[in-house]
């Protein structure tokens, strides 16, 4: 089993910075990708940042937030972090924090779970 826990959620005047934290932990031999998803009221959930690791790693943003939000990670710790800053009233949702992970060496298929959920709320 696996899991997956964020923190750092909260409400934030129009402008500000948030860090989002999200710790993978259990039966995990790697980690592929992991990253961050929002879903804001009435709207489509949305892809917001993902970052890959391995020799062929790379990172990548939704347009909206390139330029104001970081990804990094911690492949130690299985940790992901998301720096967002310049926030605005647009960036108020659930985020959702996703692990890719592979479960053991043998194993040929990554499995993806899922956090809670944290809310950002972004007053203007």
């Known amino acids: 089993q696996v899991q997956v826990v964020e923190a750092g959620g909260g409400l934030v005047q129009a402008g500000g910075s948030l860090r989002l934290s999200c710790a993978a932990s259990?039966?995990?031999?790697?980690?592929?990708?992991m990253g961050w998803y929002r879903q804001a009221p009435g709207k489509q959930c949305e892809l917001v940042a993902t970052?890959?690791?391995?020799?062929?790693?790379?990172?990548n943003y939704v347009d909206s937030v390139k330029g104001r939000f970081t990804i990094s990670r911690d492949n130690d710790k299985n940790t992901v972090y998301l720096q967002m800053s310049s926030l605005k009233p647009e960036d108020t949702a659930v985020y959702y924090c996703?692990?890719?992970?592979?479960?053991?060496?043998?194993?040929?298929?990554?499995?993806?779970?899922w956090g809670q959920g944290t809310q950002v709320t972004v007053s203007s």
């Open positions: 996703y692990a890719d992970v592979a479960p053991s060496r043998t194993t040929a298929y990554l499995y993806k779970y």
């Open positions: 259990g039966t995990i031999f790697s980690v592929n990708s």
């Open positions: 970052s890959t690791s391995g020799s062929g790693g790379s990172i």
